[in-house]
């Protein structure tokens, strides 16, 4: 059992837009901005396309944002594209529970 | 060009050993913070080291390998290596090399850079 929660499987049609939630607890993403992204193709490594909860790396298209409301951080990606598809995985500091956590990920289908 | 190379991944028996390696170039390696990111076949990410910037001194592992595996680095090679002892079959994935990027207090904040990856199976 993965120590943040995320939907096993999201769908969504060419141009329209998805949010992925990850959920944590009150001592970690609750308390801290410290929220990251990671997109993974098959065969490929994972790419980091959100940190800070909003911010996004150089180089990575605006179409992905993020947000965060109390114990709950959102990966929002607009405007769906093909290559879109893949796993997502949420990762956060996590405070008292350890350095680092991870969600279970979320596979990603574009219809 | 920054990049993370692995090597050193391979067959091993339960109970046995192996030594990964991770080859750090284009950026200054010893002033980065280091993890080891595994990836169990058709599973998800799964953190299972830290080693902190400049002298190694701050390690941290996840439960499923404290005690069994050690992280070091050598910065005069810009590389760093994963001891993994006492190996079993859940032991069994692929391996990132994935450079850290650290907040205030030393609070984690992202994994920006990975490797390929080097894969383990363990299997008597």
């Known amino acids: 059992q993965s120590a943040l929660t995320q939907p096993a499987s999201v769908s969504g049609s060419p141009g329209r837009s998805i949010t992925i939630s990850c959920t944590g607890g009150s001592s970690d993403v609750g308390t801290y901005d410290l929220v990251s992204w990671y997109q993974q193709h098959p065969g490929k490594a994972p790419k980091v396309i959100i940190y800070d909860v909003t911010r996004r790396p150089s180089g990575v298209s605006g179409r992905f944002s993020g947000s965060k409301s109390g114990n709950t951080a959102y990966l929002t990606i607009s405007g769906l594209q093909a290559e879109d598809e893949g796993d997502y995985y949420c990762c956060s500091y996590g405070g008292s529970r350890g350095l680092v956590l991870l969600g279970g990920g979320t596979k990603l289908t574009v219809l | 060009e920054v990049q993370l190379m692995e090597s050193g991944g391979g067959s091993g028996q339960p109970g046995g050993s192996l030594r990964l390696s991770c080859a750090a170039s284009?950026?200054?390696?010893?002033?980065?913070?280091m993890n080891w990111v595994r990836q169990a076949p058709g599973k998800g990410l799964e953190w299972i080291s830290f080693?902190?910037?400049?002298?190694?001194?701050?390690?941290y592992y996840a439960e499923s390998v404290k005690g069994r595996f050690t992280v070091s680095r050598d910065n005069a090679k810009n590389s760093l290596y994963l001891q993994m002892d006492s190996l079993t079959y859940e032991d069994t994935g692929l391996y990132y090399c994935?450079?850290?990027?650290?907040?205030?207090?030393?609070?984690?904040?992202?994994?920006?850079?990975w490797g390929r990856g080097t894969m383990v199976t363990v299997f008597s």
């Open positions: 994935v450079r850290g990027v650290m907040g205030v207090a030393m609070r984690f904040r992202a994994f920006d850079v």
């Open positions: 284009g950026f200054t390696f010893f002033t980065y913070t």
């Open positions: 080693i902190g910037s400049e002298s190694g001194t701050t390690t």
